[in-house]
């Protein structure tokens, strides 16, 4: 767990290399049913233009079937449960053994999000302080001009991350109460990801 733009991307990204995890990122299933024009994707897509969460039964309706579909038994979530909702439901269905909580500050968000530029047709991601463009404004490989996404503008990030923390607190209190909660504290993720790896060792090796 985490807000948007805190890194669990990346993290979740290191778990699966370090651990040999199956990684199931909610976010990339929305992307992938937005890209396909599935009948999920176009309803997905009206409430991610607006800056609000996929509600519950969208979402989980998505991760149970992708869940179904898994024979490894170590499976890594990214971006769900995002409710007490969703938690509930995969409660039902599945054993969560520990919740990962990565806790950014919100100003450290803020920041990161609103300095990142995309090449749109290639999708080329940068950031202003820790990849900039060779040329202001300009992609590296065309030349063409960057864009800033719409949820990445200061004004959506704030929505995101109040919304966020409205619906997860519950969450976090959810699983609290089960004794499955690891929060770790930091503002860079190469400082987050040696206390994560430290504790997923003590639990898996």
Same mark, same amino acid.
């Given at each position: 767990?985490?807000?948007?733009?805190?890194?669990?991307?990346?993290?979740?990204?290191?778990?699966?290399?370090?651990?040999?995890?199956?990684?199931?990122?909610?976010? @990339?299933?929305?992307?992938?049913?937005?890209?396909?024009?599935?009948?999920?994707?176009?309803?997905?897509?009206?409430?991610?233009?607006?800056?609000?969460?996929?509600?519950?039964?969208?979402?989980?309706?998505?991760?149970?079937?992708?869940?179904?579909?898994?024979?490894?038994?170590?499976?890594?979530?990214?971006?769900? +449960? *995002?409710?007490?909702?969703?938690?509930?439901?995969?409660?039902?269905?599945? @054993?969560?053994?520990?919740?990962?909580?990565?806790?950014?500050?919100?100003?450290?968000?803020?920041? *990161?999000?609103?300095?990142?530029?995309?090449?749109?047709?290639?999708?080329?991601?940068?950031?202003?302080?820790?990849?900039?463009?060779?040329?202001?404004?300009?992609?590296?490989?065309?030349?063409?001009?960057?864009?800033? *996404?719409?949820?990445?503008?200061?004004?959506?990030?704030?929505?995101?991350?109040?919304?966020?923390?409205?619906?997860?607190?519950?969450?976090?209190?959810?699983?609290?109460?089960?004794? =499955?909660?690891?929060?770790?504290?930091?503002?860079?993720?190469?400082?987050?990801? +040696?206390?994560?790896?430290?504790?997923? =060792?003590?639990?898996?090796?």
């Amino acid at each position: 767990m985490g807000p948007p733009g805190s890194g669990k991307g990346t993290v979740s990204s290191r778990i699966v290399d370090r651990f040999s995890f199956h990684h199931i990122s909610s976010g @990339d299933l929305l992307r992938h049913h937005i890209r396909s024009d599935t009948q999920l994707g176009r309803e997905a897509k009206e409430f991610i233009t607006k800056g609000l969460l996929v509600p519950d039964t969208l979402v989980t309706k998505l991760i149970l079937s992708e869940l179904s579909t898994v024979e490894q038994n170590r499976q890594l979530l990214d971006g769900f +449960p *995002r409710t007490v909702i969703q938690a509930k439901e995969l409660d039902h269905n599945y @054993d969560i053994d520990i919740i990962v909580n990565l806790d950014v500050p919100f100003d450290t968000i803020t920041d *990161r999000i609103s300095k990142r530029w995309i090449h749109a047709s290639s999708g080329r991601t940068y950031n202003l302080d820790f990849n900039p463009p060779k040329v202001s404004g300009k992609d590296d490989e065309t030349g063409e001009d960057l864009v800033q *996404r719409d949820d990445d503008k200061p004004e959506s990030v704030m929505q995101r991350l109040q919304t966020y923390s409205e619906l997860t607190s519950p969450l976090l209190d959810y699983y609290t109460a089960q004794d =499955k909660v690891a929060s770790f504290s930091g503002t860079e993720t190469n400082v987050i990801w +040696p206390q994560v790896e430290k504790f997923l =060792k003590s639990r898996t090796e």
